[in-house]
């Protein structure tokens, strides 16, 4: 009987500590993380950008860049913020392309991206975050095409 008291005593402080910090209904705890993107010097402007977790299990955090302004909304139900980790970081222009690419006549997907392709491949992307666990403002500055 001591033996289960002493393992309960030890056992329990743990999972309280784990319950807390783990995945709980509303999912992993996120840190709030927003900041600027530049192209070729200009504010990004309908520009998706995704954080790609380095680490498995981790969900991806992605937002939209108006006026050159983001901010980071994880899940499907668009919880705020990102969890603590490392991040590849990927970009995509929304509807310009293939809106561009329509009227000139083109395929879809073949208009100019205003980015470096590479930079909408998680494989190829240089980009590399680290999101901390006092979140904050990450600017990136992308080269033009």
Do not use: H, W
Request: glycine fraction near 14%; aromatic fraction near 6%.
């Amino acid at each position: 009987m001591r033996a289960m008291k002493l393992f309960v005593a030890s056992v329990m402080p743990v999972a309280m500590l784990v319950a807390l910090i783990g995945c709980g209904p509303g999912g992993p705890a996120t840190v709030p993380v927003s900041g600027k993107i530049t192209i070729g010097g200009q504010p990004a402007n309908n520009v998706s950008i995704s954080f790609i977790p380095e680490t498995a299990g981790n969900p991806t955090a992605s937002g939209t860049a108006t006026d050159g302004k983001y901010t980071l909304y994880t899940g499907v139900d668009g919880k705020p913020g990102a969890v603590v980790g490392k991040y590849k970081v990927t970009l995509a222009a929304q509807g310009g392309t293939d809106e561009a690419a329509y009227r000139s006549g083109k395929a879809p997907g073949t208009a100019a991206l205003p980015f470096p392709a590479d930079y909408a491949d998680p494989a190829k992307t240089p980009l590399s975050k680290e999101v901390t666990a006092s979140g904050g403002a990450i600017d990136l500055e992308i080269p033009g095409p």
